[in-house]
């Protein structure tokens, strides 16, 4: 098992396959670098893949505080840099993709070739003007709800969410959902708060703008967690950006739709 140390002395899993042109892989809230699984296989036998787990999460050091947005950029630029890559191709799913926005917030595209997008909103709470929080009109009071259940009785959560990851619409993998279920129910609970409150409480709309690489918007048509109205917004925002929506999926249409997400990404990346 490789680790590398981020530059606050915290203890970061990671693991590489294939040769090529780098591409990191981000994961979204309560999971691990594992949900990439049917990436990594196909896309390392042209591609240098690289996953991990996010701090707090899967085998990585797990500390008592620091587990915000800030940080956790920071931490791919030491992967980045512990690797010694340039010309990085980033994917980032939920969670990933607030990371990716911080990193430009902290780097802007330093280091980047591509971008990639996989379902996600870059303010989660719906304010004012703004209708493209989390299932559309996510409001403050929503998500103090949504923090005090965490908090509360996470194993419950964990009943409700898992599922509303994937396509209500006959995408379902009964062994897919399985395997998802046993994977989140590994997180500690005072790490799924303090994550989940660091991230609702960004807003990187301006940070679109400030992109300036090839980007690549993905989202399930059947997703509860990104609108349709929202990944316009993104493209609309993002010089030189390409946005595909899959069918019949939901929030994690990489795993239900692999292989199209795979050749999405690579003719992308080419």
Request: charged residues 25%; hydrophobic residues 35%; contains cysteine.
């Amino acid at each position: 098992m490789a680790y590398f140390l981020a530059d606050d002395n915290m203890k970061i899993f990671y693991e590489v396959k294939g040769k090529g042109k780098p591409i990191v892989f981000i994961h979204g809230w309560t999971c691990n670098h594992k949900f990439f699984k049917k990436q990594v296989n196909e896309l390392s036998k042209k591609y240098q893949v690289i996953t991990y787990d996010l701090r707090g999460h899967g085998v990585s050091e797990k500390p008592e505080n620091g587990l915000t947005m800030e940080r956790m950029a920071k931490d791919l630029r030491n992967l980045i840099e512990h690797l010694n890559l340039s010309d990085v191709t980033v994917a980032g799913w939920s969670m990933g993709t607030t990371i990716i926005l911080e990193y430009i917030r902290q780097f802007t595209c330093d280091k980047l070739a591509n971008i990639c997008f996989i379902d996600m909103t870059p303010k989660v709470v719906a304010e004012g003007d703004w209708h493209g929080g989390l299932f559309g009109e996510f409001s403050y009071k929503d998500n103090l709800g949504h923090i005090a259940n965490v908090a509360g009785d996470w194993p419950k959560v964990i009943e409700s969410f898992v599922p509303s990851l994937f396509a209500t619409s006959g995408c379902r993998i009964k062994e897919d959902m399985e395997w998802s279920f046993g994977e989140v129910r590994k997180n500690i609970p005072h790490v799924v708060v303090d994550c989940w409150v660091s991230m609702s409480t960004k807003d990187y709309r301006e940070e679109l703008s400030k992109i300036t690489v090839p980007t690549l918007i993905t989202r399930g048509e059947d997703s509860a967690f990104c609108t349709k109205d929202t990944c316009k917004y993104m493209n609309d925002k993002i010089q030189n950006s390409k946005w595909i929506d899959y069918p019949k999926c939901g929030h994690i249409l990489f795993m239900e739709e692999a292989t199209k997400f795979n050749k999405d990404l690579m003719d992308f990346i080419r």
